[in-house]
């Protein structure tokens, strides 16, 4: 089964709202990273947070870290058209990755 | 710089054919990862080295799967009798060392008819 379970599957929302995902997982972390996939191939990294982090912010991202729910958000304010990506969290066990089935933002002008 | 290339980008071939995936990682990445992406799906991790070693072989789906790694440098992901749940698009990344961001390269896509 996936260590990382994104929530919500799917989300669409307008230019300018926030896009709010979660990402929960089983095991200990060491570190957990967020990325981003377009439409194709490519992924992006777009943020790591430490098991010792609460939060971090990047630019329009912030990521918070629970590590007592084993849960992480990311929140994506002031959304634009191409933020429009599916979004994949992925926990790293020392060594081990796994990502989740990730959260498919949809952002209409 | 370069980032991660893959080679090829897309690949047919026919059920019971071995393929040959290669990953050039960034220069210097003592880390390099190796996923599995089904159409729709996220990513399935298979294996992941450091330097030249694999110390975790258990995410390759089969015995059919294999990968090396040499010089620290390239990885060749190996599918024996391919079969056609083996389509996928296969991702490799890098990263500078263990735990750190991972850059991945754009993937081959494997098609097994």
């Known amino acids: 089964s996936q260590q990382g379970e994104e929530d919500p599957q799917a989300l669409s929302i307008q230019e300018g709202e926030n896009a709010t995902m979660n990402c929960s997982y089983k095991t200990s972390i060491n570190n957990l990273q967020w990325y981003r996939q377009n439409s194709g191939r490519g992924l992006v990294h777009l943020i790591l947070?430490?098991?010792?982090?609460r939060e971090k912010h990047s630019g329009r991202l912030r990521v918070t870290l629970d590590t007592s729910k084993k849960s992480s958000s990311l929140l994506i304010t002031a959304s634009r058209a191409a933020d429009t990506a599916s979004y994949f969290c992925?926990?790293?066990?020392?060594?081990?990755?796994?990502f989740g089935a990730g959260t498919q933002v949809v952002v209409t002008p | 710089g370069a980032g991660v290339s893959q080679s090829p980008s897309n690949k047919v071939t026919e059920k019971g054919k071995d393929v040959e995936l290669r990953c050039d990682p960034i220069?210097?990445?003592?880390?390099l990862y190796w996923y599995r992406q089904s159409l729709g799906q996220g990513l399935e991790f298979l294996i992941y080295f450091q330097g030249n070693s694999a110390p975790d072989k258990s995410g390759l789906p089969s015995d059919r799967f294999s990968a090396e790694r040499t010089g620290g440098s390239v990885s060749t992901l190996t599918i024996q009798r391919t079969q056609q749940e083996d389509s996928a698009v296969y991702l490799c990344?890098?990263?500078?060392?263990?735990?750190?961001?991972?850059?991945f390269g754009p993937g081959t896509r494997l098609l097994v008819l």
């Open positions: 990344a890098s990263s500078p060392g263990l735990g750190e961001t991972q850059y």
């Open positions: 992925a926990t790293d066990s020392w060594g081990k990755f796994q």
């Open positions: 947070i430490r098991s010792n982090e």
């Open positions: 220069s210097g990445h003592t880390a």
